[in-house]
């Protein structure tokens, strides 16, 4: 298995150098981790403008 790695524009983790969301590049310099199940019913997700569910770094340097 690979390091994971998260985007740093729209901070979705992933184990590839580029995100399969976006199509930013990644990095192993991140921060926390928030699962989105259900992105039309989570505030959280409104608040960090998640329109997919997944795993997603709180923050990405």
């Not at 992933?14 to 019913?41: A, L, N, Q, R």
């Amino acid at each position: 298995m690979k390091d994971l790695r998260a985007c740093r524009k729209c901070h979705y983790i992933t184990e590839s150098d580029t995100c399969p969301i976006c199509g930013g590049d990644t990095s192993k310099d991140w921060h926390g981790c928030i699962i989105i199940v259900d992105h039309k019913k989570s505030a959280l997700a409104k608040k960090m403008n998640v329109s997919v569910n997944g795993r997603f770094a709180l923050r990405v340097r």
